[in-house]
């Protein structure tokens, strides 16, 4: 009996055992993170960036603080333009961060977005960082083989 009643539970443990694959397109995450950079911090549209971002950082976020935050980022001016964006998988997650690189006459500016989706479900941003440097390289981290829209190519 007891080896029946394991046996009958084995098609359950095994299928219990199969994780979701994940699928990512680290162009489409890219151009998303740059349309995201471009519309918040080339063009300080901040209305517009604001829509652009995933529906939990929204409702954890006003409009009003959105701006205030991007205003703080950029105390001495935003970049003219995007040069550089590259990409790092997260793990068993349902993301990427993008890294974007601008820069104006005076300044270089770095970026990490983290990125919220799949290539099922599209991606928004989820949260957004300007470092003073650029970020440490990793493992994950790759440059991208594709042109993204909005980024000045070299």
Not at 136 to 148: E, M
Request: a positive charge.
């Amino acid at each position: 009996m007891r080896l029946k009643l394991n046996l009958a539970f084995l098609p359950f443990m095994l299928f219990g055992c199969v994780g979701t694959v994940i699928v990512h397109d680290e162009d489409k995450a890219a151009a998303e993170a740059v349309k995201f950079v471009k519309a918040a911090f080339v063009d300080g549209n901040a209305e517009a960036a604001y829509r652009l971002l995933s529906d939990a950082t929204r409702s954890g976020l006003t409009p009003e603080k959105f701006s205030d935050v991007v205003k703080q980022m950029h105390p001495q001016g935003r970049p003219d333009t995007i040069e550089d964006a590259d990409y790092e998988f997260v793990p068993g997650k349902k993301g990427m961060k993008i890294y974007v690189t601008g820069r104006n006459n005076s300044e270089v500016f770095y970026y990490q977005i983290a990125m919220e989706g799949t290539l099922a479900d599209g991606y928004k941003p989820w949260s957004f960082y300007r470092g003073s440097q650029p970020y440490p390289s990793s493992g994950l981290r790759h440059k991208l083989t594709k042109p993204v829209p909005g980024v000045r190519t070299k």
